[in-house]
RNA sequence: GGCCCGUUCGUCUAAGGGCUAGGACACCACCCUUUCACGGUGGUGAUACGGGUUCGAAUCCCGUACGGGCUACCA
């Protein structure tokens, strides 16, 4: 590679960032500093009217979370700003122009009401009409059309000069074909013929993401293109684009990322409400709707798992390894491996990878999350050693993060509600004079250890001719309310011989 | 409709001419566990179809089918 590596991740601001976004950007970032390069973000904003507020913020905000942060953008700074595009707007039109005077171009007058006349006209087909497909504007119909190529050329430069609403459009090549190599999919070729005449500079002056993306990424620098599969057909646009403008041997190399599906079809916001999965990284509420839509960190994702599993979508190293740490897919990163088929999104597998983030996670490492996580469930979290070890007891049997809250709020506090009916069948006196024997035991015990505890009990138990096995549900559901959490004199001993006891006594009493 | 991209277990994928097509998720069974999980062992399960090329094809070529994307003064 004779250039300095340099990408960039192109989002327009228009609402939350999901699956296939957060993915571009990964595979942006890991390609970027696999080879020491930089990693651009930059703020498609050229239309005025799908621009959300709080967007943009939404979209750096949940960079940072995934660990994935620019070397230039709006927020960072860098050499080659401004980095909205919006802010750029002057820089365009020259190039448009430039493209008119060299003949790739043209000026269009056609008002609305005239193109879509024109896109629904009956269109002959041997004998018959049809009007099965909408007519695009291209050279089989621009000498119909009001533009500076049927129009005189000083009518031209009345409507100009009057101010008139205009358009300026790329000239596609009549039969020419246009081809270029993709880094994942080899070679692509397309017949320019049937391409339309793409707007470039719209009539309030802005380019269309079309002029924008060439403009920017030659004067940004960008030596490496990488988007999602759906601008496979704009391509040869952007490379007759770049060969009018800027030399073919300037362009970056391209490489189209495949689709990311849900369960039926490609994946849409609707798919995360109807299978109950999130499809963003982060919740975002619409400001004009007020919808809320879920959130991968909010459902209780690891920035490290997240990423992982969005790796491993449509990527892998060629080993059967599974779990990355962010440095060693960096190192293991190539954009030959990526698939080039759409992957279907399996929430099931994601949540397996954060499973396993869990459980590789030092007890340090989830304290933070997990202390900030009880405490806005209303726990009080005071005692940070406390934590720690309430944390390696439970983290395996955690999922998502949100897991803990359950898993592990009896330890902070007594459950509010104890699942009496899992132990009143069987109840009788026999059990109950056990357990008062247990509390008279437990209260003179010298120590306080789960090995003791656990042998005291059984001492009781069997001098009372019970079987253990039918006294430590019970006991389970008197300490922690349900029948789940860890082994349960684990649990007592951490709660401590207060608690224990005022549990027990606080069950028994329920039990009349 | 046109153009482009794609097609290996239900899902993510390995195998880029040559052993019984491998792994992971999910599912099922058993083991472990005096709760629920974790974990362990095993199992069910795939090369879309049809033609070529070749001694030999999941792999190369062609066609068909199916899926997806695009076809806006949206990105």
Not at 253 to 265: E, R, T
Not at 290 to 309: H, Q, R, S, W
Request: proline share 5%.
């Amino acid at each position: 590679m004779d250039k300095k590596v340099r990408v960039r991740f192109a989002p327009s601001p228009t609402g939350g960032l999901h699956l296939g976004g957060v993915r571009t950007v990964l595979y942006n970032y890991l390609f970027a500093k696999k080879y020491n390069g930089d990693f651009i973000v930059r703020i498609e904003d050229t239309d005025q009217t799908r621009y959300v507020p709080g967007a943009e913020e939404y979209i750096f905000e949940t960079l940072k979370w995934c660990g994935l942060e620019p070397d230039e953008s709006v927020q960072h700074g860098g050499n080659f700003g401004p980095y909205r595009q919006s802010e750029r707007k002057e820089t365009y039109r020259k190039y448009a122009e430039k493209l008119i005077n060299e003949g790739h171009a043209y000026y269009a007058f056609d008002t609305p009401e005239e193109l879509e006349k024109m896109r629904h006209a009956p269109i002959a087909i041997g004998d018959k009409t049809e009007q099965s497909h909408t007519q695009q504007y291209d050279h089989t119909i621009r000498m119909k059309m009001r533009n500076s190529l049927t129009l005189p050329s000083e009518e031209t430069h009345r409507l100009l000069e009057e101010g008139t609403r205009h358009v300026i459009r790329i000239k596609m090549p009549e039969h020419e074909t246009v081809s270029f190599t993709d880094m994942i999919r080899g070679e692509v070729s397309f017949d320019t013929s049937v391409v339309d005449d793409k707007v470039l500079l719209k009539a309030d002056g802005m380019p269309t993401y079309h002029l924008a993306v060439v403009v920017d990424d030659y004067l940004m620098q960008i030596s490496h293109a990488f988007r999602g599969e759906e601008w496979l057909p704009s391509a040869p646009v952007h490379i007759l684009l770049w060969k009018y403008l800027f030399g073919l041997e300037n362009m970056p190399q391209w490489a189209h990322f495949p689709l990311i599906l849900g369960p039926s079809g490609k994946l849409s916001k609707r798919d995360g409400a109807k299978y109950g999965f999130p499809v963003f990284a982060m919740n975002w509420t619409d400001p004009n709707r007020g919808d809320l839509t879920e959130g991968f960190k909010e459902k209780g994702f690891l920035p490290d798992a997240f990423i992982n599993m969005l790796a491993l979508l449509g990527w892998n190293d060629g080993t059967e390894q599974e779990l990355f740490y962010k440095e060693e897919l960096i190192e293991k990163f190539s954009m030959e491996r990526v698939h080039s088929a759409g992957a279907k999104f399996d929430y099931e597998k994601a949540k397996w990878f954060n499973h396993e983030w869990i459980k590789r996670f030092e007890v340090a490492g989830l304290k933070l999350q997990v202390g900030e996580l009880l405490k806005g469930n209303g726990l009080t979290v005071s005692d940070e050693a406390y934590l720690e070890k309430v944390i390696h007891l439970v983290k395996d049997r955690c999922t998502l993060l949100t897991d803990f809250v359950q898993q592990s709020s009896f330890f902070f506090q007594a459950p509010e509600n104890i699942d009496t009916g899992a132990i009143k069948p069987k109840w009788n006196d026999a059990k109950q004079l056990f357990f008062v024997e247990l509390i008279r035991n437990y209260q003179l015990s010298p120590d306080w250890h789960t090995t003791t505890l656990e042998s005291n009990f059984k001492e009781i138990a069997a001098a009372n001719d019970l079987k253990p096995g039918d006294l430590m549900l019970p006991f389970r559901i008197m300490l922690v309310g349900g029948k789940f959490g860890p082994g349960v004199f684990e649990i007592a001993s951490l709660i401590g011989k207060v608690e224990t006891i005022r549990r027990i006594e606080q069950a028994l009493s329920l039990m009349k």
